[in-house]
């Protein structure tokens, strides 16, 4: 099963900005099909978006079935779709919001991940979710979204053991910070990355395109692993206190 064989035909969820359309780039330029799942539609040439809100069981079946219809079974799948948590101390936490949090990451992922291999008939595929260095230690002001995401590489696992028998390979990447619009959006609520990039052994941020390269690799070229869990950090989480 070489690199040619996988991601023919590739579901990118939250491929309309972020990391999401860095690997959309990066795919198209590899020459795979390449369908977006998103709320937003992809600002990406030749790539087609399908709009819909991946918590939403039935509208995920739908689009699933839609992107074959346009382009053939799809054999591969990233899972860059995400909400960032609340970023306050858990006792602040709004429990409704949590579940969001939750059912977004994880079982969102579980979804769409578990209607492609569904489909596959036969056919090796290969899918890379996207967990977070959150999910590797404790964060204050992360009760939400660190678990959550911890809860995705967990979940990277357990799926890389049940679908192995069926020729479908299942990783995850955990990025550190990265140049996006979610970490952006924290720096606006008083979040300060110079600590982080000071820590970092690398010493700067990460940009989509950095990550995007690691996601292709898992997806397409390492074609003898699974249920790991890359984290692209510039070595962030093995720095002690």
């Not at 977004?104 to 090796?124: F, Y």
């Amino acid at each position: 099963m070489d690199s040619s064989t996988i991601g023919h035909h590739t579901i990118v969820t939250g491929g309309a900005s972020g990391i999401g359309a860095a690997v959309v780039t990066e795919l198209r330029g590899r020459g795979h099909a390449v369908t977006v799942f998103d709320l937003s539609p992809a600002d990406a040439e030749g790539v087609h978006s399908e709009i819909l809100d991946l918590t939403d069981e039935a509208a995920v079946l739908s689009a699933v079935a839609a992107a074959e219809v346009r382009a053939g079974t799809v054999t591969g799948l990233v899972t860059c779709h995400g909400i960032r948590g609340a970023f306050v101390p858990a006792a602040e936490l709004d429990l409704d919001q949590v579940r969001r949090v939750y059912d977004v990451h994880v079982v969102a992922t579980l979804s769409v991940a578990r209607e492609v291999v569904a489909r596959l008939d036969g056919r090796p595929a290969s899918i890379v979710t996207i967990s977070s260095t959150t999910a590797y230690r404790g964060w204050a002001k992360q009760s939400d979204y660190g678990p959550a995401k911890a809860a995705v590489r967990q979940l990277t696992e357990n799926l890389a053991i049940e679908w192995a028998p069926l020729g479908v390979r299942v990783n995850s990447v955990a990025p550190g910070h990265t140049r996006t619009p979610m970490v952006q959006d924290l720096v606006a609520t008083g979040y300060d990355l110079a600590p982080v990039e000071a820590r970092t052994p690398l010493g700067r941020l990460a940009e989509p395109a950095e990550m995007a390269a690691a996601i292709c690799y898992l997806l397409c070229d390492a074609t003898f692993v699974t249920g790991q869990c890359l984290a692209v950090d510039g070595r962030w989480t093995t720095v002690g206190k």
